[in-house]
């Protein structure tokens, strides 16, 4: 890797920090409509951020970055990184004055769409501050999107690429309508939270959450603007199946949507990771509905209001909770758990695992069985109707494995801070899915984690960031390979 590889992905960096300190200015605008004092250290921090931003992009601009997998590899990482620190500072500038860990903290939870949270007292703290937050996730969100859609795939590391999956007549000249491709998912993207908006304003949330809602949900990023989350809501079941049904939409691959509004097409709902997706995610919500129902005596339809808002929040990565699962009995809490690494569909906005990972998976422990029995069996390992290259192979199997490792050395890590068990596994867990909550007392649905010490927020927030990026794209640059000739 050498310095012109460096130089311009710093550039492309400090482009981005350009437009997140615009973004400042709302959240500004915001706190000046509600005569909140908290518009003056927004409106200097954007002119800080953007103008420290300007400076370093003008000063490595004029080199052309190379066209290689090193070069994508790098910039991701630059690209976050720098986005978590810049989207860091208005909550240290703020009045809440959070410290630097737990800005930090804050500003990874909301662009890697963790919805995770440090901050006490959601439902008085200024407004600005609750765009801000939102504003990250909406912003996270898309940034997931692309990643997904258009990026990993090409590093051989986050799945399906959309190009080559969804869309094989343009495979050859993937770039040629690129600038479309962009507009469309911003264009889908952007009404999806509009129409979300709508919708919980229809049903009963006031403007300003309804919007703060909208954008947390789409992204599945679930920043609150209520300690509570959605237990305020919890005998509003209108509001809870529309949150339910705009998660699963953020937790479909946007590739359908972008092809639809291109192209016309829908034959790409056949996608088979939907199918797994939508199975384990019915499979668990309607046990635990029926599991309650007879445990609690509770009307069905009530119960299932809540276990399916619930295990959507879970399975897509969003965060939000209607209710403390956690008491739901021993067999709710363990799907829950299970339901912890499962994730939405790749070119999605959610994180975990993800339902194609399994797919692949499952297969090749179906080949890998059979031959067992039939050792010269030559069975191709598929993906819907087309045959999984050996690549995508490798990165599902090396993705897994580097999960349940660093899983494991991060509970360790965790638990050498003084925290419980149950703590240290959630957290890192949920940190490495993006979900948010864990489980236990303190950092649960009804918790948060504020009080964790600064140590073991540094870790979780190493672990949404490894999570974010698919964790191989984060553990490749560590590799002396990657920066040698």
Request: aromatic share 14%; with cysteine.
């Amino acid at each position: 890797m050498n310095r012109i590889a460096v130089r311009a992905a710093i550039h492309i960096a400090a482009v981005f920090a350009i437009y997140l300190s615009v973004a400042m200015l709302l959240p500004a605008a915001v706190d000046l409509y509600y005569g909140n004092d908290d518009w003056r250290s927004f409106a200097f921090t954007a002119l800080f951020m953007g103008g420290l931003s300007l400076a370093i992009a003008l000063a490595t601009q004029g080199r052309t970055p190379p066209a290689n997998t090193r070069f994508g590899f790098l910039l991701v990482n630059f690209l976050w990184l720098t986005l978590a620190i810049a989207g860091a500072v208005p909550f240290m500038t703020s009045s809440l004055q959070l410290s630097v860990t737990d800005a930090f903290f804050e500003s990874v939870s909301g662009i890697t769409t963790t919805g995770s949270t440090v901050i006490s007292g959601l439902d008085t703290a200024p407004p600005g501050v609750l765009i801000w937050r939102s504003l990250l996730n909406y912003m996270g969100g898309l940034g997931v999107i692309a990643l997904g859609l258009f990026l990993l795939p090409f590093l051989n590391i986050g799945g399906v690429s959309y190009f080559k999956i969804e869309s094989s007549d343009i495979e050859d000249r993937p770039f040629e309508r690129f600038q479309t491709f962009t507009v469309s998912l911003i264009g889908i993207y952007t009404t999806l939270v509009v129409t979300c908006a709508f919708a919980y304003a229809a049903a009963g949330m006031t403007g300003f959450d309804a919007v703060n809602h909208a954008m947390a949900t789409l992204a599945t990023g679930g920043m609150s603007t209520s300690d509570t989350s959605f237990m305020r809501y919890a005998g509003e079941p209108a509001i809870l199946w529309i949150g339910t049904t705009f998660m699963f939409i953020g937790s479909l691959p946007f590739s359908i949507m972008i092809l639809f509004a291109v192209r016309g097409r829908l034959d790409a709902l056949r996608d088979p990771q939907i199918r797994i997706f939508a199975g384990y995610y019915v499979v668990f919500a309607v046990a635990v509905a029926v599991y309650l129902s007879v445990r609690t005596g509770m009307p069905f339809f009530m119960t299932l209001s809540h276990t399916a808002f619930n295990f959507m929040s879970i399975i897509s990565t969003t965060g939000f909770a209607s209710d403390d699962y956690t008491l739901w009995g021993p067999f709710a809490v363990a799907c829950i758990f299970v339901a912890t690494f499962l994730g939405g569909c790749s070119g999605s906005t959610t994180g975990g695992i993800k339902a194609y990972r399994f797919l692949i998976l499952f297969e090749l422990l179906a080949n890998g069985l059979r031959r067992l029995i039939y050792p010269n069996t030559v069975t191709p390992v598929r993906y819907g109707d087309r045959s999984v290259p050996p690549e995508m192979q490798s990165a599902v199997v090396l993705f897994i494995a580097s999960f349940f490792v660093i899983w494991g050395i991060g509970t360790i890590l965790m638990a050498a801070t003084g925290l419980d068990l149950v703590t240290s596994m959630t957290g890192v867990l949920t940190a490495l899915t993006n979900v948010g909550p864990g489980l236990g007392p303190i950092i649960g649905p009804v918790g948060n984690f504020a009080s964790l010490p600064d140590a073991a927020k540094w870790i979780c927030s190493a672990a949404m960031l490894l999570g974010r990026l698919e964790i191989l794209a984060v553990l490749v640059i560590f590799t002396p390979t990657f920066w040698g000739r």
